[in-house]
């Protein structure tokens, strides 16, 4: 394990000069040391020492996360992360041994976007998220509230009573699902065009889905601020993307987004207007760092990104494999 121990070391100083070299390096490692990825490959029938780019190496689907213990080294783990299961009765499972590296990666990640967390009021609007105490999302912002040193921060109670003081303030951060958004915003008659409003997700089930952009539209104008801010991530990266505004998300250093062709998944193009997102999150250092998303968005030429859609529930090729 000193290899992982030594590459979480590096993880900061990653550039993108040097993220090919560190991505290589990561994935000689974890296909022969994560027995699911190994099994999986030798499924493909790939030669992991033929790989010499990022485009070649072999993306594992989102779903075997669903389905297996995807670690690499030993088997062993402190924490178990959990998607929320709002659709599907099978939820995901992260299984992360050191709660400490995952809250370190999501503090510099706010802090290269947003500044220090001790410099804002930390609010959070995340009831659904609430009902399942090992979700990472609810892990990240309950570090957050802490590191703010901020009495007034906190999650925002269900009536809304009491709040309109705290989203004026200047410094003022507030992290909401969207359904929860659109109850406040039914309930909010004051102009809070100081507060930063991070999106988290969608309407889990409780509201009529509506385009992404007309949600944005209704947000700015019902809370007078100029920009919707946006949150991407998911149980099975340990790393976050942030948007400042129109839905366009900026990812850290250890983390890039590749384009797929939406009927050969095996094929990385990053020239394509759209198609499926595959991410390299060099966090996942001890699950597995290349996973092949059910989304479905485009990559600009900066390597800024945008999710335009999911795939339907239809399963991905490769998922049967190693059921036992």
Not at 166 to 182: D, E, N, P, S
């Amino acid at each position: 394990m000193n290899f992982i121990n030594n590459f979480k070391k590096q993880l900061f100083n990653i550039t993108s000069a040097s993220f090919e070299e560190k991505a290589l390096d990561l994935f000689y490692y974890q296909a022969q040391n994560n027995s699911i990825y190994k099994e999986y490959l030798k499924f493909l029938k790939i030669n992991s020492s033929a790989i010499n780019s990022m485009e070649q190496i072999p993306f594992l689907p989102i779903e075997f996360f669903k389905y297996h213990k995807v670690i690499t080294g030993e088997n062993t783990h402190s924490h178990v992360f959990l998607s929320s299961g709002t659709t599907l009765p099978e939820r995901s499972k992260h299984y992360i041994k050191d709660i400490s590296f995952y809250e370190e990666i999501s503090e510099a990640i706010f802090n290269r976007f947003y500044g220090n967390i001790s410099d804002y009021t930390l609010l959070a609007l995340l009831p659904s998220y609430q009902e399942n105490p090992q979700s990472s999302l609810i892990s990240m912002i309950d570090f957050f509230i802490k590191k703010s040193n901020d009495s007034n921060s906190g999650y925002i109670k269900p009536d809304f009573k009491g709040i309109g003081k705290l989203l004026q303030k200047k410094r003022a951060i507030l992290f909401g699902v969207t359904y929860a958004l659109l109850d406040f915003i039914e309930h909010n008659k004051e102009d809070l065009k100081e507060l930063v409003v991070i999106e988290t997700g969608g309407m889990k089930g409780k509201r009529e889905e509506m385009p992404k952009e007309q949600f944005y539209n209704v947000l700015k104008v019902a809370l007078g601020i100029s920009s919707v801010h946006a949150e991407y991530g998911m149980t099975e990266l340990l790393s976050q993307a942030y948007s400042k505004g129109e839905g366009i998300y900026e990812s850290p250093p250890w983390m890039k987004v590749l384009i797929r062709e939406i009927n050969d998944p095996f094929a990385i193009n990053n020239d394509l207007k759209s198609g499926g997102i595959n991410i390299i999150d060099l966090a996942n250092a001890d699950s597995c760092a290349f996973i092949e998303t059910k989304d479905i968005g485009n990559r600009f030429e900066d390597g800024r990104f945008k999710v335009l859609g999911r795939f339907d529930n239809s399963d991905i090729r490769g998922c049967n494999l190693l059921y036992s």
